[in-house]
């Protein structure tokens, strides 16, 4: 059985323009997410699904800087994006790609052994997730399907958010789901990309040591450096 996670990217975000391609330290958003996904244990391949238009060109360089040839396709039919995505990666590997991971470049934090967790336990579902309902910070959420599902969601979705959002009707019509939960609930707990409040936090994080990939590393980090956790409310869980 093989699994691949494929980064959902896009330079053209409406709260935080050009945001994957923004400095954290010396590297670049989607570099630190790259690199994560990378060390995922059991993955087989990585991939990245991004908008085929000239704005995204600079990203789509940053992206084959990791040996990653990303697949570039359309803007807004992000789910016809990632199936597109899947017969891309299937030719180039000549393998069927039974299991995709959907990872978003606006988790520079995302942590390798809770999406390696996810796929390992619950290989047997049709979705699963760490965040349906969320235990996990925001930012470090993840989502595994099947190739079947997510080809099925591919002909039935019709709505503006199904195409958009990828995974709303795979949630609304899995026949077995599951569900991935910390031992304890930290969902409030805010470590996403998202505004440029969180490029303040994340920039500041990295300033005093970035972390190690296991997020309990972050928790203990902000624990000690509280002024930079209220930088975005980073740590109103804490």
Sequence with gaps: ?????????????????????????????????????????GIDH??????????????????????????LGDETDVLGRYVRAVLFYEQMLSTTLDRIIRITADCPLIDPHVVGQLASNFSSCDYASNCW????????????????????AHRKADSEEEREHVTPWMVNHAKKRGNLENIS????????????????????????????????????????RPAIATINQAGAAL
């Excluded at 790259?34 to 060390?39: I, V, Y």
């Design 1 to 41: 059985m093989t699994t691949a996670i494929i980064v959902q990217a896009r330079m053209g975000s409406k709260r935080l323009p050009g945001k994957v391609m923004a400095k954290i330290g010396d590297r670049t958003a989607i570099a630190h997410v790259l690199d994560r996904c990378l060390s995922v244990p």
């Design 133 to 152: 309902p969320r235990t996990y910070p925001h930012g470090l959420d993840c989502e595994i399907f099947s190739r079947d599902l997510l080809f099925l």
């Design 185 to 224: 609930d930290m969902s409030m707990l805010r470590l996403t990309l998202d505004y440029p409040k969180d490029l303040e936090f994340f920039r500041a994080l990295h300033s005093v040591g970035w972390p190690a990939f296991d997020f309990f590393s972050v928790i203990r980090a902000l624990e000690r």
């Design 46 to 71: 990585v991939g990245a699904a991004i908008p085929n238009t000239l704005e995204n060109e600079p990203l789509a360089d940053e992206i084959r800087r990791f040996g990653i040839e990303p697949f």
